[in-house]
């Protein structure tokens, strides 16, 4: 198993924290572990460099609670686990509780195969010694960033005519350390008119091996064109402001 750097809680953090043992599910006593929410709910994209989020933990016992850990992991299960991450502890005294955490793949060995679903353990502690564990209290997205660029030629054509769109998709490589074509990949084609506050898809296309788009489209109003890569199971959805194209 890769070794782990614990991230601890803000202000209430525990005084450390250690990569938990191998069991499963455990526990003594009335404590409950009721609700766990990572990131917002959200998947958590992460670049080349570090990436903080956030759990959010619902939990009771009737004594009142100390303290709560939380973990992400993958693998077939928790005594079998292929790798552990984002590690966070903070004293707790009401529900929910909130801690801070951080993923650094450089630190942490991540490799290009880690995105995806990982599962989360997380650990609850009473005042009167009750704990409960759960291995499977939740999951979350563990994703590589993706970017994309737009740029329009001409910025300036009468309406009707066409503009060409032109831009590369890319995405973090943890392994290298650096940001990489994405080739392949179904990308919509966007546009919002100069005083709307949405963008329209206008038709699909796919990037080429490089990560390279270019497509041809119609000026039929003054306003921004755009390149938005929906997301995958691995990787992070990718958008941009737009190219701004005046139709005379």
């Known amino acids: ?8 809680g803000t202000t209430a953090a525990l005084a450390t924290l250690t990569a938990p043992g191998a069991h499963a599910d455990e526990g003594r006593g009335n404590t409950k572990i009721t609700n766990v929410v990572v990131n917002g709910g959200k998947g958590i994209p992460v670049g080349t460099g570090g990436r903080f989020f956030g759990y959010r933990i619902s939990a009771s016992d009737n004594s009142g609670l100390r303290s709560v850990e939380a973990w992400l992991w993958r693998g077939t299960s928790f005594d079998k686990r292929t790798a552990l991450t984002g590690g966070a502890g903070a004293h707790c005294d009401r529900s929910p509780c909130v801690a801070g955490s951080e993923i650094e ?6 490799t290009n195969a880690d995105a995806g679903t990982w599962r989360v353990r997380v650990s609850a502690y009473a005042q ?4 409960r564990t ?18 329009a030629f001409p910025t300036s ?4 005519y066409p503009v060409v769109l032109s831009g590369d998709l890319i995405r973090a490589d943890w ?3 650096k940001y990489v074509a994405f080739g392949g990949q179904p990308v919509r084609v966007q546009f919002r008119a100069e005083n709307s506050g949405s963008f329209t898809t206008v038709k699909v296309i796919k990037a080429d091996s490089k990560g390279f788009l270019r497509t041809t489209v119609r000026a039929t109003a003054d306003g921004y064109w755009r390149f938005r890569f929906w997301g995958s199971s691995t990787t992070a959805a990718a958008a941009n ?3 701004y194209v005046d139709a005379k």
């Open 157 to 160: 054509v009468k309406k009707g």
């Open 1 to 8: 198993m890769r070794p782990v750097v614990a991230v601890l």
């Open 175 to 177: 392994e290298r350390q």
């Open 105 to 110: 793949p450089r630190r942490e060995g991540l």
């Open 241 to 243: 402001a737009g190219a």
């Open 128 to 131: 009167d010694g009750d704990h």
């Open 134 to 151: 759960l291995d499977q209290a939740a999951t979350a997205q563990v994703l590589r960033i993706a970017k994309v660029t737009t740029h």
